[in-house]
């Protein structure tokens, strides 16, 4: 015969179980940012025409592209001023260089 405040108290740790698995899960969710460096040889860097050195991006292929254009001077660059590496949010905050580029590259707005 089984206990009901052995199923109570089963049922209650489940609950505090699973609330710290949820607010650890939420902590990772909610800092895209990572250590590591976004490399020209990612699969998905390449199809984006990714570049660590933005005067080295295929003129031919990205005709849009403009030297001025630098992940420093991207919207979704969010590298402390002057660093050299950042985190760039649509590469999941991997670290990419101040002066890559790739084809996503938008305009930073003024602050
Ligand atoms: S999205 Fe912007 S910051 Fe990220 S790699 Fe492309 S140009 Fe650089």
Do not use: I
Request: glycine fraction near 8%; proline fraction near 5%.
């Amino acid at each position: 015969m089984s206990n009901p405040l052995n199923s109570r108290r089963v049922f209650m740790l489940r609950v505090a179980c699973g609330g710290a698995a949820l607010s650890a899960t939420h902590a990772f969710a909610a800092d895209p940012v990572s250590n590591e460096k976004l490399t020209e040889n990612d699969a998905y860097a390449k199809s984006m025409g990714f570049r660590l050195d933005s005067s080295k991006v295929d003129k031919v292929k990205y005709p849009r592209h403009a030297a001025d254009q630098k992940c420093s001077s991207c919207q979704l660059f969010s590298g402390a001023p002057g660093a050299e590496w950042g985190p760039c949010s649509f590469f999941g905050g991997r670290l990419v260089n101040k002066e890559g580029w790739c084809r996503n590259f938008k305009v930073k707005k003024a602050a």
